[in-house]
């Protein structure tokens, strides 16, 4: 099974999976879309060119990352969890559509004044590129059928987390 946690950048998809992650143990990982963007800049920085300039709308890490989950649904039989921001027709047409039966996907939000202090407080993201994109995320993000969304605003991770659970 999949668990996809979708939201705006700094709403807190990353520690939200971490934290279904270590309540599940052995049960579950994690694909950090992020992590395997740093990995193939690593390998050829050249990704980026041409072809979408971050994990979202880059169509060469869309692919990637679409082989790496239909090589984890075939080898893995635990839950596998991903916190990616999908707000592009691009990524959720590759990395959402094709896996309707297989997914349950989970949007988090929260009230802009939240989400911004979230950002605020990581100290290693791009604040002014998630704040910027915060409100062209939104908007794709609330018209996306076939979510629970999860309004986390007066959430903990671990409450966020264990509703997330219940759930699947």
Same mark, same amino acid.
């Given at each position: 099974?999949?668990?996809?946690?979708?939201?705006?950048?700094?709403? +807190?998809?990353?520690?939200?999976?971490?934290?279904?992650?270590?309540?599940?143990?052995?049960?579950? !990982?994690?694909?950090? *879309?992020?992590?395997?963007?740093?990995?193939?800049?690593?390998?050829?920085?050249?990704?980026?060119? +041409?072809?979408?300039?971050? *994990?979202?709308?880059? !169509?060469?890490?869309?692919?990637?990352?679409?082989?790496?989950?239909?090589?984890?649904? !075939?080898?893995?039989? +635990?839950?596998?969890?991903? *916190?990616?921001?999908?707000?592009?027709?691009?990524?959720?047409?590759?990395?959402?559509? *094709?896996?309707?039966?297989?997914? !349950?996907?989970?949007?988090?939000?929260?009230?802009?004044?939240?989400?911004?202090?979230?950002?605020?407080? /990581?100290?290693?993201?791009?604040?002014?590129?998630?704040?910027?994109?915060?409100?062209?995320?939104?908007?794709?993000?609330?018209?996306?059928?076939?979510?629970?969304?999860? /309004?986390?605003?007066?959430?903990?991770?671990?409450?966020?987390?264990?509703?997330?659970?219940?759930?699947?």
């Amino acid at each position: 099974m999949i668990v996809f946690i979708n939201g705006t950048y700094g709403v +807190g998809k990353t520690q939200v999976a971490n934290k279904i992650n270590q309540l599940y143990g052995d049960k579950s !990982k994690v694909l950090d *879309p992020d992590q395997l963007w740093t990995d193939e800049l690593k390998k050829n920085c050249t990704i980026i060119f +041409g072809d979408g300039a971050y *994990p979202q709308n880059n !169509k060469k890490f869309l692919q990637i990352l679409k082989n790496r989950l239909d090589k984890e649904i !075939k080898e893995y039989r +635990g839950i596998l969890i991903i *916190p990616m921001t999908v707000a592009e027709d691009l990524s959720y047409n590759t990395l959402i559509s *094709p896996y309707n039966n297989t997914i !349950k996907h989970f949007i988090l939000t929260a009230r802009d004044e939240i989400v911004i202090e979230r950002i605020h407080k /990581d100290k290693l993201r791009d604040q002014s590129f998630a704040i910027c994109n915060m409100e062209i995320n939104n908007k794709y993000i609330k018209n996306i059928e076939n979510a629970t969304f999860i /309004d986390t605003s007066d959430m903990s991770i671990e409450e966020v987390a264990k509703y997330i659970i219940e759930r699947i």
